[in-house]
T-cell receptor, first 111, second 112 residues
Framework: DTAVSQTPKYLVTQMGNDKSIKCEQN?????MYWYKQDSKKFLKIMFS???????INETVPNRFSPKSPDKAHLNLHINSLELGDSAVYFC??????????FGPGTRLLVL | GEDVEQSLFLSVREGDSSVINCTYT??????LYWYKQEPGAGLQLLTY?????DMKQDQRLTVLLNKKDKHLSLRIADTQTGDSAIYFC????????????FGTGTRLQVTL
């Protein structure tokens, strides 16, 4: 009965590959987010969706494409992975303008 | 844009109080949050405070907000070894997007 879940937990891949990270929430929230945490632990918003509609798109390379098939899911697809994409990616969800609850993170390592 | 600053490291003895400080720049922030991240784990919401409050207490945690100085602090009473973690403050913007801007994180080390 995990509130916000992400798969996979760990992802190790080669440069140039394409990969996806999945996120699901069972809290009934309308809004979902992707954040990136770099090697220095700095956290920054990447995207936000409200009811399957993109509402935040920070300065993120267009190799990153979020997809929301329904309001309980927000997936992140990354094309042509680069070394600098190595990070921990966190999904979060909230009711509109309410507290955000985070998933356990996906640790991506690009070799 | 928003900017949130924290000191990087704090070391305290078990049983003492810890005070983690945070400064922010966005005067229109509505909510300010504290999250805890243990090694290899996700972000756990600890507490939050609304910007019209000065103080909020929740068991061992006390949050103080000085809105004039844009200063937020988290006090942990009777600090335990299980409190060792990185603590992030975050401000939430007032727009419909409600994105969080995080501080740099403070690594709390609790020694015996």
């Amino acid at each position: 009965d995990t509130a916000v879940s992400q798969t996979p937990k760990y992802l190790v891949t080669q440069m140039g590959n394409d990969k996806s990270i999945k996120c699901e929430q069972n809290l009934g929230h309308d809004t979902m987010y992707w954040y990136k945490q770099d090697s220095k632990k700095f956290l920054k918003i990447m995207f936000s969706y409200n009811n399957k509609e993109l509402i935040i798109n920070e300065t993120v390379p267009n190799r990153f494409s979020p997809k929301s098939p329904d309001k309980a899911h927000l997936n992140l697809h990354i094309n042509s992975l680069e070394l600098g994409d190595s990070a921990v990616y966190f999904c979060a969800s909230s009711a509109p303008q309410e507290t955000q609850y985070f998933g356990p993170g996906t640790r991506l390592l690009v070799l | 844009g928003e900017d949130v600053e924290q000191s990087l490291f704090l070391s305290v003895r078990e049983g003492d109080s810890s005070v983690i400080n945070c400064t922010y720049t966005d005067s229109s922030s509505t909510y300010l949050y504290w999250y805890k991240q243990e090694p290899g784990a996700g972000l756990q919401l600890l507490t939050y405070i609304f910007s019209n409050m000065d103080m909020k207490q929740d068991q061992r945690l006390t949050v103080l907000l000085n809105k004039k100085d844009k200063h937020l602090s988290l006090r942990i009473a009777d600090t335990q070894t299980g409190d060792s973690a990185i603590y992030f403050c975050a401000e939430r913007d007032t727009g419909t997007a409600s994105k969080l801007t995080f501080g740099t994180g403070t690594r709390l080390q609790v020694t015996l």
